[in-house]
Structures are given as C-alpha cells and as structure tokens.
C-alpha cells in the first residue's frame, strides 16, 4: 500500500475547508449507491465552495447545499443505506441529511459525538480518518439562532484523493 497515502483500501475524499482538510473513509460495501453518489457529486465539482450551514456544537456540522439554505438538493433522491456496522457511535461519523425517509441527495453531516437516535433514520456512509478538529473547530464556530455560522464556513474544493483499491 506504498502507494495509497491512506491505510485503508476504501476511498477517501478529501475536503479542503475553510479552516483546514478533512479526510474522510467511505464505506462502499455497506452503502455502495450512497457512496457511488458522493463520489458522482465530488467528481463533477457540486461541493466546491459549498457553506457549511448548520452547525450545532457537540452534535454536528452540516454541508452539501449549494443554495445555502439548508433546502437545496441535486435534483435527485436516493434510497437510505442502513447497515448494523455503520452506526452514529462516535464523533466523525459521516451520515446523509434527509427530510425524511429515502430523501437524501447531496446534503451531509458529520457528528461531533455519539448520536444513536439518528440510527436508522441517517444512513451513515464514512468516517473522519483525518481532520476531526478541523470539523470540532467548525462545530463551535459563532452562530446566529438558526445555527448558521455568524461567518461563511465552506467547502473550497472536495476531491477524490484515494479510489478504491480493486
């Protein structure tokens, strides 16, 4: 694996942010559509330059809307994924933002701690592997009282930086 500057043969994606890079694994073999979606979007560029719009210390932060508002999308919905390995267990988790069953699209979060009431109802599709204070920075930024940060937080540029090992 001299060559894969990360030790997991999954993918990663890295998010160059506002404040610093994120890494993060994904999980293909538990939530293959949800990760073929990702990576559909990260390929054509949707994330770059997106805001992190919701942040809520100790639970999470939120990105994945071009719009901004929090109800933006790509046009399309996809299926959840739920898998008994992949839970809301710990902080880094990344999960797909939904309005309600099978309504996910582009928008994500990643959790800042332990959050199992979202089992079952967020599909999770990856982990932090690199950055988590990064997102912990993001987490506890100002914010006005619809938890949107008082200062823009975006995305800059998301990119595939490991595909995964065949």
Request: with cysteine; charged share 25%; proline share 8%.
């Amino acid at each position: 694996m001299a060559d894969r500057p990360y030790k997991t043969d999954n993918p990663v994606v890295e998010i160059e942010s506002t404040l610093g890079k994120i890494a993060v694994e994904l999980y293909p073999q538990e939530a293959p559509d949800t990760v073929a979606n990702f990576l559909k979007l990260v390929e054509k560029g949707y994330y770059n330059g997106v805001l992190f719009h919701r942040v809520i210390p100790g639970f999470m932060v939120q990105t994945g809307d071009p719009t901004g508002t929090g109800r933006g999308g790509p046009g399309w919905t996809i299926l959840d994924e739920f898998h008994p390995k992949r839970r809301h267990n710990k902080a880094g988790m990344l999960s797909m933002a939904n309005a309600g069953p099978d309504t996910g699209g582009s928008q994500f979060f990643i959790t800042l701690g332990a959050t199992p009431h979202l089992d079952d109802r967020h599909a999770v599709f990856g982990c932090v592997i690199e950055g988590q204070d990064i997102v912990v920075k993001i987490g506890g930024a100002p914010r006005d009282g619809s938890d949107r940060p008082k200062s823009p937080l975006k995305m800059e540029k998301v990119t595939l930086a490991q595909p995964l090992k065949k």
